[in-house]
């Protein structure tokens, strides 16, 4: 496994480098094991391995997507959805 950065509560979570955090770290170990948990926009807490960590600087943590099970992919396509649609209707918030 390679060495990160140090991780830490509160860092953005993305699904690429230069994309838009779909969420943030809440817990960093679990009970002992290499996982993170992430809370996601719309979805809540998901665990995510250590394994799926890509890169880690300037309080961001990239993931690899292809780690993810499908449930956690899965959340982090909803993550945007209501902005998404109030965007389609013309409806964002400052509008």
């Given at each position: 496994?390679?060495?990160?950065?140090?991780?830490?509560?509160?860092?953005?979570?993305?699904?690429?480098?230069?994309?838009?955090?779909?969420?943030?770290?809440?817990?960093?170990?679990?009970?002992?094991?290499?996982?993170?948990?992430?809370?996601?926009?719309?979805?809540?807490?998901?665990?995510?391995?250590?394994?799926?960590?890509?890169?880690?600087?300037?309080?961001?943590?990239?993931?690899?997507?292809?780690?993810?099970?499908?449930?956690?992919?899965?959340?982090?396509?909803r993550a945007?959805?209501?902005?998404?649609?109030?965007?389609?209707?013309?409806?964002?918030?400052?509008?």
């Amino acid at each position: 496994m390679k060495k990160l950065q140090r991780i830490d509560i509160g860092d953005q979570v993305f699904a690429e480098e230069g994309g838009t955090e779909f969420g943030a770290v809440r817990q960093v170990g679990i009970g002992g094991r290499p996982v993170l948990r992430v809370y996601v926009e719309n979805s809540g807490d998901v665990e995510v391995p250590l394994e799926a960590v890509q890169a880690v600087h300037d309080g961001k943590v990239v993931l690899a997507l292809d780690r993810l099970d499908d449930s956690t992919r899965a959340a982090i396509a909803r993550a945007h959805e209501s902005e998404d649609l109030l965007s389609a209707a013309g409806l964002r918030r400052g509008d």
